[in-house]
């Protein structure tokens, strides 16, 4: 311990939380900021720093964690990783970084961990941003954390409803362009015929109808954020337009002959498998290399059923009819056996929903429209009587509904039957029985 002091003066220079670890892991000093977040150092040291961080027995590394400590003695150079930690206040999401330090030998005799408070997520209900601490939840935030303070394009594949313009919001508040706009495009509601208009704008007089100059949304993402959404719906003739800008950094306005330069930080999103959309042709080879340099999965909700209390608590807090209402344990037991085919967003609906049905100021079970467990095959023989093919129709698209996790255009393709066919159909379904 003679050689403490020195060290701890390292730690004493620092702002941010930070303490020194020997190489049993046991916490041998704490800056001032460790101690006014964690408490005093009498009560820390010679504990294992992942007995005051989690309240774990083991290493985090046991624990099913990433443990940057241990990636550091392995590798003898810095390591970084996520992590949830117990505080007085509460839990938080934190940012660990692990630097080894060496006295003139080869293997590090102490550790130094620097924790700096992340800003993405919260664990607490209530808050405006995202949510969460399940390990799938973690490992995806962990991919965020490391691409946002760059200029590196992202892209954030996921189910529908999974979350991604929260996430591609997520990356902007974080990177150093937060200062900027964030500007959404939805790829899969522009015609050919409005692509170049929306995206680069046009000046007065270039088409019928072009009464005045429009600043297109490249344009109005300058110094920001444009984040291209369902950018897999987007169709082969728009996608050589966009490589164009992407490739030169430039456009033009419709009618004008002037080059703009474009300025701005690139976040795309799909639910669909553009690499196999890459193999049939549907999307450009070279499109797909530009914006797929840092690729981010997004969990569904059903691989995260751990965030269900606390994602259910922030969305009611989140809804003006039920920020004051609770959930039976009965209903959060029902709603963590549900596979939520729309995610987070089928979960806000449902709650939403239940919000208007309660009586008082808890959420029961029968308030929740939730297909039941044992409708996994809607046209098999023990389900009753012989039906008409028109119910048996009407059974089987409410079974697919449940089933598919893309949109409605993914699905018609699926049928088989077009998307206008799909939708005249949807209109016509009726509620199971029992549910009215």
């Not at 390292?10 to 704490?30: G, M, Q």
């Not at 060496?102 to 919260?122: Q, W």
């Not at 900027?180 to 050919?192: A, K, Q, R």
């Not at 939708?423 to 029985?433: D, G, I, N, S, V």
């Amino acid at each position: 311990m003679k050689n403490s002091p020195p060290l701890s003066s390292i730690t004493d220079a620092l702002e941010e939380p930070a303490i020194l670890i020997d190489s049993d892991f046991r916490i041998v000093s704490a800056n001032q900021a460790y101690q006014d977040r964690y408490g005093a150092l009498e009560n820390l040291r010679h504990r294992h720093c992942y007995q005051v961080s989690h309240g774990n027995e083991v290493r985090c590394d046991k624990a099913g964690e990433e443990c940057p400590v241990m990636e550091a003695w392995r590798s003898g150079k810095i390591q970084r990783a996520l992590h949830v930690h117990h505080s007085p206040h509460g839990d938080e999401h934190v940012d660990v970084e692990a630097r080894p330090i060496r006295n003139g030998t080869d293997a590090p005799y102490f550790f130094m961990e620097v924790i700096r408070r992340s800003k993405l997520a919260s664990t607490r209900p209530g808050a405006r941003a995202m949510v969460g601490r399940s390990p799938a939840f973690m490992a995806m935030l962990n991919l965020v954390q490391r691409v946002a303070p760059s200029d590196v394009t992202a892209l954030l594949l996921g189910e529908s409803g999974s979350g991604k313009e929260l996430v591609a919001r997520a990356i902007h508040d974080q990177s150093p362009r937060a200062t900027g706009n964030f500007v959404p495009v939805e790829c899969s509601g522009l015609t050919e015929s409005l692509f170049e208009s929306e995206l680069f704008g046009h000046e007065k007089g270039a088409f019928t109808g072009a009464q005045f100059d429009k600043t297109g949304l490249v344009e109005a993402a300058r110094g920001g954020t444009l984040f291209l959404d369902e950018v897999g719906d987007i169709p082969l003739p728009l996608q050589v337009k966009l490589l164009r800008l992407l490739e030169s950094g430039t456009y033009r306005r419709v009618g004008s002959t002037q080059t703009r330069q474009a300025d701005f930080r690139l976040v795309c999103a799909t639910h669909q498998d553009l690499e196999q959309m890459v193999a049939t042709g549907a999307f450009r080879r070279d499109l797909y290399y530009r914006i797929s340099a840092f690729p981010i999965p997004l969990p569904p909700l059903r691989e995260r059923i751990e965030d269900i209390p606390l994602l259910a608590e922030t969305l009611l807090a989140r809804l003006p009819t039920g920020e004051h209402l609770t959930l039976a344990p009965e209903t959060l037991e029902r709603l963590q056996q549900y596979d939520f085919p729309g995610n987070v967003r089928e979960l806000r609906n449902i709650l939403e929903r239940a919000s208007l049905m309660a009586v008082d100021e808890t959420i029961q079970p029968e308030h929740l429209t939730i297909a039941p467990d044992d409708d996994d095959d809607p046209l098999r023989p023990d389900r009753g009587a012989i039906v008409t093919l028109a119910e048996a129709e009407q059974r089987y698209l409410r079974w697919a509904l449940r089933q598919h996790r893309g949109d409605r255009r993914s699905l018609a393709r699926k049928l088989g039957v077009s998307e206008r066919t799909l939708f005249r159909k949807l209109q016509r379904l009726t509620p199971p029985a029992g549910d009215e």
